[in-house]
């Protein structure tokens, strides 16, 4: 009878708890958007939230077509948190200029990643290392053109075998080990660039993030750090990146004085990250951070240049003109100068509109709000909630573009042609119609280098090669598929390509291009 009691009692303790949390949580102010994806019956409101999972790009359409297209935000939800969509270019405007103490992208960006258990708590939040690498890859761009020129073409050459017949490439994997390459060859330099055992592990370790990172935030938390450390691995990638770059840092640190200028260093990843990491940082740490760049920069890019290879093969009345253009623009400034990068218009129009339709990331411009606040179009964010733009839709807006299902590489040129306008509409710029880069004080640091790493190997790849989708098939591009945000190219339909004809050596040795005739 006690023990009966005294389980009562429990009970009651228990419930009443309960109860408070329940007021306590359906008294907190939601947001007003419209919730998108819910099919009628309570299973509907239950499966809705992993409709995300399954096809997150039929629901941000459903949203724009019910509410995005009117201006309207809406909501959709997630297995892990509700996100607000907003469409509206005023809305997008002022989301552009909030201050970071009402919404903010790092400490989204470290939940993105799962970085408490796939590098260390709050990485990204606290990201010194971000304002020193946008400042020197920014001014080290024409320095750093010879080497990304070499690495494309040597790891093109070295990664595929096409000859005079048509031949099947996954561009894919190609555009990944090219990537991965080029970005470590400005990152952490010879030998290390060409090391396979540390670039195969980058990679991997890269994608283990992502994979972990999408389990991690769907699980309870006591289920989190099992998940982390015996199913995803991720320690043995680490392992091996440690043992190929933490002698790096290490000797860096012994022979060089940190913070020292740059022009007496070696100016890499390596020493932008020690340049600003406090004193006595540990090995492993600096390692991460670098970790993170390769994060950040050899999936976006590599998944941005196959989509470029897809379209190039898929509308191939682009590959002569933007040919003539590039080798027009090499021989006029003498081969690969960032003044010869910035001659090539269509180019950059091409890969503009290859990522209007193909943007890496479906949505973009997360922010977490950190401080409760109501848009100016009435729509109320509570504190906690993350808000973005649906890119992905948006760049199929017909408000903002004419014909915006069609593909049109030259698009973005002809813009540029008309008065005013010169420097208007690159690759590299965002603005609140094209957001593939994000916008505003966080928008991504390495689109100058990665638009012009892409540039390099579109045009080494074009002016060597002729692209066509498998069989020969003419605008057919088979449509894209999505994991999670990510979009990408869809392999079921592949891609061959056949050495141009009268071409023995590469277009981006200077000297060699007047000898080519289309
Ligand atoms: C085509 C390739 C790339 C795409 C599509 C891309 C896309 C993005 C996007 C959408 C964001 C968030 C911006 C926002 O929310 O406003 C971002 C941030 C970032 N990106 Fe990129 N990126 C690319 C290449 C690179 C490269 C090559 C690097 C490094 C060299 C890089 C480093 C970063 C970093 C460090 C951030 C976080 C910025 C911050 O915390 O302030 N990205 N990127």
Redesign the pocket.
């Known amino acids: 009878m006690e023990l009966l009691k005294e389980n009562l009692k429990l009970l009651q303790a228990v419930s009443s708890i309960l109860f408070v949390l329940i007021i306590y949580c359906s008294s907190k102010k939601k947001s007003n958007a419209p919730l998108v994806g819910v099919e009628p019956g309570i299973l509907g409101y239950l499966k809705a939230p992993y409709r995300w999972k399954q096809d997150p790009m039929s629901l941000l359409k459903e949203g724009a077509e019910k509410y995005g297209k009117y201006g309207k935000a809406f909501r959709i939800t997630t297995p892990s948190r509700d996100m607000i969509v907003f469409s509206n270019q005023e809305v997008l405007e002022e989301l552009k200029t909030l201050p970071a103490s009402v919404a903010t ?2 400490p989204a ?1 470290d939940t993105m990643i799962r970085s408490e258990y796939n590098f260390h708590e709050g990485i ?1 939040q606290d ?1 010194y290392h ?1 304002d020193l ?1 946008r400042k020197n ?1 920014t001014e080290k761009l024409s320095s750093l053109l010879p080497d990304v020129v070499g690495e494309v073409t040597d790891a093109f050459e070295e990664l595929t075998d096409v000859k005079n017949e048509w031949t099947n490439v996954n561009v894919l994997d190609t555009s990944v080990g090219v990537i991965a390459r080029v ?1 470590s060859r400005i990152f952490v330099g010879l030998p290390t660039c060409r090391n396979q055992e540390y670039l195969n592990h980058m990679i991997q370790f890269s994608l283990n993030v992502m994979k972990s990172a999408t389990v991690i935030d769907v699980l309870p938390w006591f289920l989190r750090w099992i998940v982390a450390s015996f199913f995803l691995k991720k320690k043995d990638s680490q392992d091996i990146i440690v043992k190929h770059v933490g002698g790096l840092f290490e000797t860096r640190q012994k022979t060089e004085m940190p913070h020292t200028s740059s022009a007496t260093t070696t100016s890499d990843a390596i020493q932008w990250i020690l340049d600003a990491a406090p004193p006595g940082t540990p090995t492993l740490k600096l390692v991460q951070r670098l970790m ?2 390769n994060f ?2 050899v999936h ?2 590599s998944i ?1 240049l196959a989509h470029a290879l897809y379209d190039l093969a898929a509308n191939p009345e682009f590959q002569d003109p933007l040919c003539i253009e590039i080798e027009e623009g090499l021989r006029t400034e003498g081969g690969w100068t960032k003044q010869a990068l910035t001659k090539m218009k269509k180019l950059d129009s091409f890969l503009r509109e290859s ?1 209007r339709m193909n ?3 479906i949505v ?4 977490k709000v950190i401080t409760s606040h109501t848009f100016i179009d009435g729509t109320y964010a509570p504190k906690g909630v993350w808000v973005c733009a649906p890119a992905a839709t948006l760049h199929l807006s017909s408000e903002l573009y004419e014909n915006p299902e069609i593909f049109d590489g030259f698009r973005f040129y002809r813009m540029r042609q008309l008065e005013g306008n010169a420097h208007n509409y690159q690759m590299a710029s965002p603005s609140l119609g094209y ?13 100058f ?2 638009t012009n ?2 540039k390099i190997a579109v045009a080494y790849i074009l002016c060597n090669y002729r692209l066509r989708l498998n069989g020969g098939v003419c605008g057919k591009k088979p449509p894209n598929l999505f994991s999670g945000i990510v979009c990408m190219p869809n392999p079921t339909v592949g891609i061959e390509l056949k050495k141009r004809e009268g071409r023995e050596k590469s277009v981006l040795f200077p000297g060699h291009v007047t000898s080519y005739s289309l």
Do not use: D, H
């Open positions: 992208f790092r960006g990204i990201a971000v690498m890859m970005t993170v760049f950040a920069s976006t890019s941005t990522s943007g890496v990331n973009t411009v997360v922010r957001l593939p880069f994000g916008i505003g004080k966080f928008a991504c640091p390495g689109r280098f990665a790493e892409l």
